[in-house]
């Protein structure tokens, strides 16, 4: 088994151990959090199941799991003490390349929320994945959000327009 293989399994295994315990609360920064909802309100996303489709005004249409998202070039931003860890929408919209006349992003949620956005007001715009080191949690959006715009979360299709 390759190095590269056994870290993979580590991330999995992290990753589904942190499911389970996403409910609590960060030791890295005490959180005050402004997500009001009733455990077990959060939509139910399977990990080995996710993944983020692209779709619409574009030259290729792609699917991308989890890992495919995280091994994609990352961005680590820091606001209020929190380090927040992510792709840009730019760096995905670069892997399925846009056609001409392409003007808007349409951020689809798995709580059945949809939110648009200019490309421009959005191209630098990070997708999270990561707070703190550990993956996001799901009252904040696991395992995709936009950071900065609250109510993007839980995202699983960026449709072009």
């Known amino acids: 088994m390759s190095v590269s293989s056994v870290l993979s399994a580590i991330n999995n295994l992290f ?3 942190f499911e389970l315990f996403s409910g609590l609360k960060s030791k890295v920064v005490p959180e005050k959090t402004k997500y009001e909802r009733e455990e077990g309100d959060y939509p139910k996303i399977m990990l080995h199941k ?3 489709e692209v779709c619409g005004k574009i030259k290729e249409a792609k ?3 989890y890992e495919k998202i995280r091994a994609m070039k990352f961005v ?10 992510g792709t840009t929408v730019a760096e995905v919209l670069k892997q399925v390349g846009l056609k001409k006349g392409a003007k808007r992003v349409v951020f ?3 709580d059945g929320s949809k939110r648009s956005k200019l490309i421009v007001d959005c191209r630098r715009s990070l997708l999270i994945y990561m707070k703190n080191r550990i993956p996001l949690p ?3 959006g696991f395992p995709l959000a936009l950071l900065g715009d609250a109510r993007i979360k839980w995202i699983t299709k ?3 327009r």
Do not use: G, M, P, T
Request: proline share 0%; aromatic share 10%; with cysteine.
């Open 15 to 17: 990753v589904n151990i």
């Open 158 to 160: 960026l449709e072009i």
């Open 108 to 110: 689809h949620c798995a």
């Open 50 to 52: 996710y993944s983020l």
């Open 138 to 140: 799901k009252v904040e």
């Open 76 to 85: 680590d931003q820091s606001v209020n003490k929190i380090k927040w860890r």
């Open 63 to 65: 699917s991308f799991n």
